[in-house]
């Protein structure tokens, strides 16, 4: 079982739906980050947490320390955020990080 | 904006050639990384430094090699390559203050024939 869990791993929907990524991680951590990936292979640091809740324009990530879980949610979703999600988390005992599989998400116009 | 570089992008080479890909951050970070990533899979370390002369293996065994002789460059080399070495190989940093913290560069997509 990986230590990160995402689901779902494909996504589509029409544009302006309302999306939500999540994200279970199994081992103690100090920080979780999410990522996107482009087509093109380039990875963005969307966000970094490790209490609560944060939003940038129309993305906005939480997390649950307790229950072990995350959620990205993406507002009035648009074709331009069609990447794929990466979740991952900072391991407590070093700096090292552990990766999700990624979310491919493909929003149609 | 994250300045850290990867060349050459995209490279297509024949078995048995040696390979540099190179990586370069212009932001001063002591700690730098190189991943592993096949299409549709998660990411893997496959080696990591902490500074000048520091290099370690991470947890995905690789037949590649790293050096860290200047603080902004972290070159990994394939003596020879394979086809089993096609897959996409990303560069990361980040500062000592806030290690948690990684910027990618874009990554080096690499084809063994």
């Known amino acids: 079982k990986n230590e990160v869990e995402q689901s779902p791993q494909n996504l589509t929907a029409q544009e302006g739906e309302f999306i939500t990524i999540n994200c279970s991680y199994s081992?103690?951590?100090?920080?979780l980050h999410w990522l996107q990936q482009h087509p093109g292979g380039g990875i963005v640091s969307l966000f970094m947490?490790?209490?609560g809740k944060k939003k940038h324009g129309r993305l906005i990530a939480t997390i649950n320390i307790q229950e072990k879980h995350s959620s990205l949610h993406i507002t009035a979703s648009h074709p331009r955020d069609s990447a794929v999600y990466i979740c991952?988390?900072?391991?407590?005992?070093?700096?090292?990080?552990?990766f999700g599989k990624g979310t491919r998400l493909h929003i149609l116009p | 904006e994250a300045d850290i570089y990867q060349t050459p992008r995209y490279l297509v080479i024949g078995t048995g050639k040696k390979i540099t890909l190179e990586c370069s951050q212009t932001m001063g970070h002591d700690k730098m990384y190189w991943y592993q990533q096949d299409p549709g899979m998660e990411l893997h370390l496959i080696h990591y430094?902490?500074?000048?002369?520091?290099?370690e293996k991470g947890d995905l065994s690789s037949e590649s090699t790293v050096s860290r002789i200047r603080t902004e460059h972290f070159p990994l080399t394939l003596e020879s390559a394979r086809p089993s070495h096609t897959s996409q190989y990303l560069c990361?940093?980040?500062?000592?203050?806030?290690?948690?913290?990684?910027?990618f560069g874009p990554g080096t997509r690499l084809t063994v024939t």
């Open positions: 081992v103690g951590i100090s920080a």
């Open positions: 947490l490790s209490s």
């Open positions: 990361a940093s980040s500062p000592e203050w806030a290690s948690y913290e990684q910027y």
């Open positions: 430094s902490y500074g000048v002369n520091s290099t």
């Open positions: 991952a988390v900072s391991q407590n005992r070093d700096d090292k990080i552990i």
